[in-house]
């Protein structure tokens, strides 16, 4: 019988020590250290710590819980302010030490690897249109001012979002987040 893969257990150890490290700190020994297995263990799935940074993007993508935007029955505007406070509480509850792992690799190694920036930027264009969908739902049902442009106001809002993250991080307190929900809720998106 043969031995069963280790591929989820490095993949997940890499995404955290990603996240809790960023790209620069994190070697492939801390990843193997924290799956508990060999580092040749690493190579038998990944080709590269960029290949298995790539993996934890994808693995961070499907922790933010976009569903939460296309929830029927709830107007759009809820759905949109449910999808950040969930993100918000993950940032609380966390210390303020992790932000954005789509942002983080987005500062720190985009400008060195192309294969990881064009991946930032494939998660933050997915996650911007799905903040439009929602923006244009709540025009359509006259929820927000008929002349907002929602593509910019999409925009927008992901980037407060992330530079909420980091002056969150950076004063290790709630007050930021506070200012975006103030902001971009009860000023931004408030019906003309």
Sequence with gaps: M?????????????????????????????????????????YNHFSSKEESALDALSRYAASLRFEMLTTAGRPPLERLRAHFEFLSRDTVENGFVRGCLAGNFGAEVADHNEQIRAAVRQGFDQWGARIQQVLDEAKGA?????????????????????????????????AAVDA?????????????
């Design 142 to 174: 006259g929820d927000l001012s008929a002349d907002l442009d929602t593509e910019a106001t999409a925009l927008f809002i992901l980037s407060a979002w992330e530079g909420t993250l980091i002056a969150a991080r950076a004063d290790k307190s709630a």
């Design 180 to 192: 975006f929900f103030r902001t971009v809720f009860d000023v931004v998106l408030r019906r003309g």
């Design 2 to 42: 043969g031995r069963a893969s280790k591929r989820e257990e490095i993949a997940q150890a890499a995404f955290e020590q990603f996240h809790a490290q960023g790209f620069n700190a994190t070697g492939i020994s801390d990843i193997v250290k924290a799956a508990g297995v060999p580092k040749g263990s690493f």
